[in-house]
Each structure stands twice: as structure tokens, then as C-alpha cells.
């Protein structure tokens, strides 16, 4: 791939002229389909500042995340959910990310699942034709899509971009239609039917502004999920592995530029 805005962001996105841009979102919203995500801005440190002290969010000046996933780190073990949960107080049934398992036979039969979302792990194999099927781990979230359908379909405007780029509902305005849920193609959001309101990953919005990394970051006991902040124009450890590593973004297809970014990708998943 190339990289047309390395300047600002840490890897390229697909140009899409207005009318290829219109029929994609056309198709999208009547299919209930759509979004892309991985170059968000928050405030910058203040200079001599710690990033695990979580200064105050007056504290800061623009900063670019990066959000990588890398699924050949990934064993499965829920841990991410669990913080997820308890971070964000999700209530139950309910996920704002979660984790699939992929499991081919030899004859290249595929199964996947994502039992309770694999909040606890995955306990046991799937009954599969053929001996030593092979299974990898996908963790999934919100993409805090650069072109995505959730905010053009909202009747109220309640789903709304941060300055920074981050996908945020507002819930005094939400009234829970879930027209946005079903816009989603990667079925990011859920109704909170308790609340009459939508919600979603924002990855940790109320941490990463105080310089925190996402709950699910902080709690990965293998380093599979990544998120980092650099200034605009200055080298840093995630573009270099960008540049570097083959990465790939989920359903690309669709051309709504999502910011979540994954090493070790297999064709099949989808």
C-alpha cells in the first residue's frame, strides 16, 4: 500500500471520489453496512509528563492514536472484555468489544464463533471433520470509521465525530431507534435497551484524553492490542511498525476507512 498522508497519520487510505463515495454509502445504508478506522487526535502531553500519570485533558495539545491489533498475539483469553465490562460499566448480554474464534478443518471447512463474546475464554474445541483443525483469535471493536454510516443515518444527530476523530454518542439526544446499529457493518453498536440509548466502544475516550491507554490495551496479558499517541510529523514506534509489518483492515471493500489496524490477518476473516 501507499501512503499518501505520512506526513500526518501512520498508514495510507484508499482515495474515494464523491460519486464512488455516494454509491458505496447508498448501498451501505440500504444493505445496513458500512465503516473503517486508525488516526484519531487527542490533546498532547504537557512537555516532562508521564503518560501512565493521566494528566488533566487541559493538559494537552493535538496527538495522533494509532490502534493495532495483532492477532498471532491473541490466545483467547477474554481478559479484554472482562476490563472492558468493568471499565465502561456494559451492562450484561451486551459487548462493546469482544473476540472470535476462527477454526478451519483440513478441508478447509470454516468455523467461527464467539461464545458470551469470549468474555471468560474459549473452553472448548468445535467438532470439525478431520483431524488437527487450526484456530486463531480476533478481537474486535469499534473502528472509529473515517467515512462510516452510523453518523449519517442518525435521525437526531446523536452519534457525532470529536474534534480528535472518535465516534461518540451523545445520550441526551439518542432515543434508541438503532437505525446506526444497523447501519454498522462490523455490529460495533448495540441498544441499550434499560438506558432507550445506543452505545459503542469509544475506545476509552474518558482515559485516552487523560493520556491513559484503553482498558483493553492496559490488561492484554500478551501485548496483542496496541494504542499509542505521537505528535504530527514526529517518528514513532507504531507508524514505523506500519510501515514495516503487512497490515490489513476489516472489510476494506466498502471504502469507510476504519482506524483500527491488524498484523497477522488470515484471508478468512471477515
Not at 32 to 48: D, E, F, M, N, T
Not at 163 to 192: N, S, T
Not at 193 to 218: E, F, M, Q, S
Not at 225 to 239: I, L, M, P
Request: with cysteine.
Amino acid at each position: 500500500m501507499s501512503n499518501p498522508r505520512a506526513s500526518r497519520g501512520c498508514a495510507p487510505h484508499r482515495h474515494t471520489d464523491r460519486r464512488e463515495f455516494m454509491k458505496i454509502t447508498a448501498r451501505t445504508v440500504a444493505a445496513g453496512v458500512v465503516s473503517y478506522s486508525l488516526s484519531l487526535r487527542i490533546p498532547k502531553l504537557a512537555k516532562g509528563t508521564a503518560l501512565e500519570s493521566g494528566p488533566s485533558a487541559d493538559a494537552f495539545e493535538e496527538h495522533f492514536c494509532n490502534f493495532i491489533v495483532n492477532t498471532t498475539k491473541c490466545i483467547g483469553c477474554g481478559s479484554c472484555v472482562r476490563a472492558c465490562r468493568n471499565e465502561n460499566h456494559v451492562p450484561g448480554g451486551y459487548y462493546r468489544t469482544w473476540i472470535e474464534r476462527y477454526t478451519e478443518s483440513e478441508d478447509h471447512e470454516l468455523f467461527v464463533d464467539s461464545p458470551g463474546g469470549g468474555e471468560n475464554g474459549f473452553m472448548s474445541a468445535p467438532r470439525m471433520k478431520g483431524r488437527n483443525p487450526k484456530a486463531f483469535f480476533v478481537p474486535k471493536l469499534c473502528n472509529q470509521c473515517e467515512k462510516p454510516a452510523c453518523t449519517q443515518v442518525c435521525p437526531v444527530s446523536a452519534t457525532y465525530y470529536t474534534d480528535g476523530g472518535v465516534v461518540l454518542v451523545d445520550k441526551d439526544r439518542c432515543m434508541g431507534c438503532g437505525y446506526c446499529v444497523q447501519a454498522c457493518p462490523y455490529e460495533a453498536r448495540y441498544v441499550d435497551h434499560a438506558a432507550g440509548t445506543v452505545d459503542k466502544c469509544t475506545w476509552c475516550y474518558h482515559r485516552i484524553t487523560r493520556g491513559l491507554p484503553p482498558a483493553c490495551v492496559l490488561t492484554c496479558p500478551t501485548g496483542a492490542r496496541s494504542f499509542t499517541t505521537h505528535v504530527e510529523g514526529e517518528t514513532c514506534a507504531a507508524c514505523e511498525l506500519l510501515k514495516s509489518e503487512r497490515y490489513d483492515v476489516l472489510k476494506e471493500e466498502l471504502g469507510t476507512d476504519p482506524q483500527v489496524y491488524y498484523l497477522g490477518f488470515n484471508r478468512e476473516v471477515r
